[in-house]
Structures are given as C-alpha cells and as structure tokens.
T-cell receptor, first 115, second 116 residues
C-alpha cells in the first residue's frame, strides 16, 4: 500500500523568508505523480505544484519549488519570499501513474506566516 | 477553461434525514469525477469515483451513495444521515493524459455538512 507522511503538523515562517515543508511516501511503483495542494481558510483545495516521478528535474512554479529525491522517497516543498496569502494547510499527495483513481493524501501541514 | 461547482456550500441536517450534494463540471467532456470527505483537521478520504455516466466505484463501505446521471454531474446521497457523516465534502475532476496537467485532480469549493 502507498502511504504519504507529512511529519510537520504545523510550521511558521516570517514574511519574505523561506520555508520548507516535508513529505515522504512509500510505494513499490516506479512511475507515479506527486502533488502539493494548498487549502486556505476557504477550504478549497488548490494545486500548487506537480512532479512526475520519471522526470529528474525538480518542478517549479514561481515562488514554489520542490526537492524530489526518488531514492529516498522524499518530496519537500520550498516556499520562497513567503507572503501572508501563503498561510494555509498544505497537503502532499501521491498517485500511481496508471491508476488515476488511487490518490493518497498526507495529513497536512498548517503553515502560519508572521508579518 | 474548466470550472467545477458544488452546492450547497453549507448544510446543517438532523440525524436520520436524507442528503443530496451536487457537483457539476464545465468546460471539459468525459471527466473522471471524485467525491472526497475531509474530517476536521484531517486529510482527504476518497469515497467514490466515476469514469463515466452510470459508472460508480465505492472506496469505503458507508452510509453514502453516489450517482452520475449526466457526463458532468456527480451526486452524493444518503437516505439517513448519521452523526459520523459530518465533515467537509469535496468533489474533484480529472481528465486522463491531456495537456501538461493531465491526470491532475482539480477540486471544487466543497460543502460543509453538519449532522446534529
């Protein structure tokens, strides 16, 4: 079974600083996708970034980037130049490439941004 | 562009009453559709998914059922709600392998259900 672990229930960062959220996963698959979703107080889940396991290059989306370590099964999210609007719950998710319906989510990390 | 709608946004229901939550997707055809539940302070649990009209797969045995009467409509129902059905219900869609974000699930705004 695939499981996703987010070991940091809560994190805080000063505005304009950088923060890294951790995620590890367990799988026997060789090809899969990894995602980070943001859930602000409105509760809508918003895709932040997506990584394909067969791509060695780490994905980036503006201030958001990942450190994907396939051998270590680690997928951390780095937020640079943190903004007040980044405050939210962040969920790491895993999905096997050939099973679109087997999405697994971590328990989430609550990020607080201090002005 | 694609959009996903859910209603109602908030619902308070007594134990034993029926439930119907609706989700519709615009701007895409033949999407995969999903219902998730999120308990307070927890991650997401997949309840149902559908790959086409009338095709429903259940992930968790429970008091709920799902239906897909039209290509872009997904309904979550219950005949008699339980206290444990309280939570935040999210609908999501995905389309296999299209574009740079193919196979990604996109979520609706959610419905907060409180069963009293």
């Amino acid at each position: 079974a695939q499981t996703v672990t987010q070991s940091q229930p809560e994190m805080s960062v000063q505005e304009a600083e950088t923060v890294t959220l951790s995620c590890t996963y367990d799988t026997s698959e060789s090809d899969y996708y990894l995602f980070w979703y943001k859930q602000p107080p409105s509760r809508q889940m918003i895709l932040v970034i997506r990584q394909e396991a067969y791509k060695q290059q780490n994905a980036t989306e503006n201030r958001f980037s990942v450190n994907f370590q396939k051998a270590a099964k680690s997928f951390s999210l780095k937020i640079s130049d943190s903004q007040l609007g980044d405050a939210a719950m962040y969920f790491c998710a895993y999905r096997p490439k050939y099973n679109n319906n087997d999405m697994r989510f971590g328990a989430g990390t609550r990020l607080t941004v201090k002005p | 562009s694609q959009t996903i709608h859910q209603w109602p946004a908030t619902l308070v229901q007594p134990v034993g009453s029926p439930l119907s939550l609706e989700c519709t997707v615009e701007g895409t055809s033949n999407p995969n559709l999903y219902w998730y539940r999120q308990a307070a302070g927890r991650g997401l649990q997949l309840l149902f998914y559908s790959v086409g009209i009338g095709q429903i797969s259940s992930e968790v045995p429970q008091n709920l059922s799902a239906s897909r009467p039209q290509d872009r409509q997904f309904i979550l129902s219950s005949k008699k709600l339980l206290l444990s059905d309280s939570g935040f219900y999210l609908c999501a869609w995905s389309v296999l392998g299209r574009g740079p974000k193919g196979d990604t699930q996109y979520f609706g705004p959610g419905t907060r259900l409180t069963v009293l």
